[in-house]
């Protein structure tokens, strides 16, 4: 059964880090280097979690680092499992279930966008209030366990209000300016068309990636909080007359990596 495979892979964690982690942030596509400022620091291989699944996509470690941030213990994921990779959904909820076995009551989501609204710009940070599924896929589909979440999850407040709150004043804090809007998720791998955005924006989108939903889906199933945060890479397509690349992502992502560290931390200190 599922929720056997989530206890033995939560035992296999705990045994390991000694530690009840209170935040799991999952780390996109060029801001794995988190992970270096985690105090007392364990590292998990993937490869090593029973029924974790391996992670294939360019700038992600694969693996799971347990310990302090900021004071607080967490886990974070350097790297996420993403549906064009050709994972299950299963697979996609698994670690988020895991988390929660573990006591986890806060997740905190990262990733790297695509600018939609136009008064972005790449380097900017956006604190998801909302996202928009467009990829016709849901985690949730198949057989509920009701041990882990209600059938039909109500999804008004996927983003925490308080942790959303907790944002804007830590980015007060640290003088970092913190933009808000909708993601809209594709599953990718290849880039949106110019057309794709211009139904997103009128869709009421001002970021497009391929993550981040499904996690927070899967982590409001089962009960715990979520907050997003969004590192605008790049422009959509379409916006300006010049063609996406993955190393374009994740050049701006390391560039903006002091600020981002800066007002995680300052975030993790006020939740």
């Known amino acids: 059964m599922v929720r056997d495979d989530i206890q033995e ?36 291989p993937y490869g090593d979690i029973p029924h974790f699944p391996v992670s294939t996509a360019p700038g992600h470690a694969g693996r799971l680092v347990a310990g302090s941030l900021a004071g607080v213990p967490v886990l974070a994921m350097q790297g996420r499992f993403h549906f064009y990779e050709g994972h299950p959904m299963a697979s996609i909820a698994f ?3 895991t988390f929660k076995a573990l006591g986890v009551r806060t ?9 939609v609204n136009e008064s972005f710009s790449p380097g900017d940070f956006m604190a998801l209030r909302d996202h928009i599924n467009l990829s016709g896929q849901n985690p949730l589909i198949g057989p509920n366990d009701d041990s882990l979440g209600p059938r039909f999850p109500d999804m008004s407040t996927t983003y925490t209000p308080r942790l959303l709150e907790a ?4 980015a007060s804090d640290c003088g970092v300016a913190l933009r808000e809007g909708v993601y ?9 068309t110019p057309a794709e955005i211009r139904m997103a924006r009128t869709l009421g989108a001002d970021a497009v990636g391929m993550s ?3 996690e927070a889906i899967v982590a409001r199933h089962c009960g715990m909080d979520v907050l997003g945060i969004s590192c605008i890479t790049n422009m959509a397509a379409g916006i300006l007359d010049q063609p996406i690349t993955g190393e374009e992502v994740m050049e701006i992502a390391d560039k903006r990596r ?3 560290v800066a007002l995680v931390k300052r975030i993790l200190g006020l939740i």
Not at 107 to 115: D, K, P, S, V, Y
Not at 184 to 192: D, H, I, M
């Open 95 to 97: 670690p988020v279930r």
């Open 212 to 214: 981040t939903a499904p």
């Open 184 to 192: 809209a998720w594709f599953t990718g791998p290849s880039f949106e």
């Open 107 to 115: 997740l905190f989501l990262t990733n790297a966008a695509g600018g």
């Open 258 to 260: 002091p600020e981002f």
């Open 167 to 170: 944002a804007r004043k830590a």
């Open 9 to 44: 892979a939560a035992s296999f964690i705990r045994s390991r880090i000694g530690a009840s982690p209170a935040v799991a942030l999952v780390l996109g596509s060029g801001l794995g280097s988190l992970a270096d400022d985690i105090e007392g620091a364990v590292a998990l």
